[in-house]
């Protein structure tokens, strides 16, 4: 996509998640600008449509970030400041939300990434922890990967996940805002867990310091992981012993 730097449709400004559809329309979620919002583009970067204008009322959102397709092609998507998920058609038309703010079971602080698995299950990480499992229609189903400050992980900043339905969350480190795990003495950048939540593994970047993270997991279960530094930026491959 080469839009443009703007407020317009069809422009983006300071851009956070990137997801295609069945089609191959991508779909980016503009965070941080003065009117964050959800764009689509076909497949050659030609602008389509845009919908989710800034606001709290129903289908608005102040803050985009972790979006997901599930398997009836409804995109979920992450509102960080309005605190829940937001449900649409690709169309863009606006079907329903859920989320409770607060530390409740079930309830959602500060969400930044999202997850759907092939059952329509949908993850969702709190960037304090924990990460949630919810079912298609938002109904609480479990809990993992809880903040542990000062020595266990917090400052969850995204996640993705694999075609067999095993979670990936991506731990932030100082430099990014004190958020690194420390294991026997190394940092751990990703973590993983199986659709149930159990732990599985977790990897670190080489680079000793890195803020923000994303990543995406190939049919194999190789991860494809991108870090930023202040000094570097980056693609790193993990894949399970």
Same mark, same amino acid.
């Given at each position: 996509?080469?839009?443009?730097?703007?407020?317009?449709?069809?422009?983006?400004?300071? !851009?956070?998640?990137?997801?295609?559809?069945?089609?191959?329309?991508?779909? /980016?979620?503009?965070?941080?600008?003065?009117?964050?919002?959800?764009?689509?583009?076909?497949?050659?970067?030609?602008?389509?449509?845009?919908?989710? !204008?800034?606001?709290?009322?129903?289908?608005?959102?102040?803050?985009?970030?972790?979006?997901?397709?599930?398997?009836?092609?409804?995109?979920?998507?992450?509102?960080?400041?309005?605190?829940?998920?937001?449900?649409? %058609?690709?169309?863009?038309?606006?079907?329903?939300?859920?989320?409770?703010?607060?530390?409740?079971? =079930?309830?959602?602080?500060?969400?930044?990434?999202?997850?759907?698995?092939?059952?329509?299950?949908?993850? /969702?990480?709190?960037?304090?922890?924990?990460?949630?499992?919810? &079912?298609?229609?938002?109904?609480?189903?479990?809990?993992?990967?809880?903040?542990?400050?000062?020595?266990?992980?917090?400052?969850?900043?995204?996640?993705?996940?694999?075609?067999?339905?095993?979670?990936?969350?991506?731990?932030?480190?100082?430099?990014?805002?004190?958020?690194?795990?420390?294991?026997?003495?190394?940092?751990?950048?990703?973590?993983?867990?199986?659709? &149930?939540?159990?732990?599985?593994?977790?990897?670190?970047?080489?680079? !000793?310091?890195?803020? %923000?993270?994303?990543? /995406?997991?190939?049919?194999? =279960?190789?991860?494809?992981?991108?870090?930023?530094?202040?000094?570097?930026?980056? /693609? %790193?491959?993990?894949?399970?012993?």
């Amino acid at each position: 996509i080469n839009s443009g730097s703007g407020r317009l449709p069809g422009e983006v400004e300071d !851009p956070r998640v990137v997801v295609s559809d069945s089609a191959g329309d991508i779909y /980016v979620s503009d965070g941080k600008g003065d009117r964050p919002r959800i764009q689509v583009f076909n497949h050659a970067g030609e602008f389509l449509r845009i919908f989710a !204008p800034k606001g709290i009322l129903p289908g608005m959102i102040l803050r985009g970030h972790g979006m997901g397709f599930g398997p009836q092609e409804r995109l979920y998507v992450v509102d960080v400041d309005n605190m829940r998920v937001n449900v649409y %058609e690709k169309s863009g038309e606006f079907l329903y939300d859920w989320g409770t703010e607060g530390l409740v079971t =079930g309830g959602v602080n500060a969400p930044h990434g999202l997850y759907v698995d092939r059952n329509g299950d949908v993850f /969702v990480n709190g960037y304090y922890g924990p990460t949630q499992k919810f &079912n298609s229609q938002g109904d609480f189903l479990l809990s993992f990967c809880h903040g542990d400050p000062p020595d266990g992980p917090v400052f969850f900043h995204n996640m993705t996940g694999d075609r067999w339905g095993n979670a990936y969350v991506m731990v932030r480190t100082k430099s990014g805002g004190q958020g690194e795990r420390q294991t026997a003495g190394r940092r751990v950048s990703i973590m993983k867990y199986n659709n &149930n939540g159990d732990f599985v593994t977790e990897w670190a970047f080489t680079a !000793p310091d890195h803020r %923000e993270s994303t990543a /995406v997991v190939d049919a194999d =279960g190789k991860v494809y992981a991108l870090f930023t530094s202040k000094t570097e930026m980056g /693609v %790193e491959i993990f894949i399970e012993d």
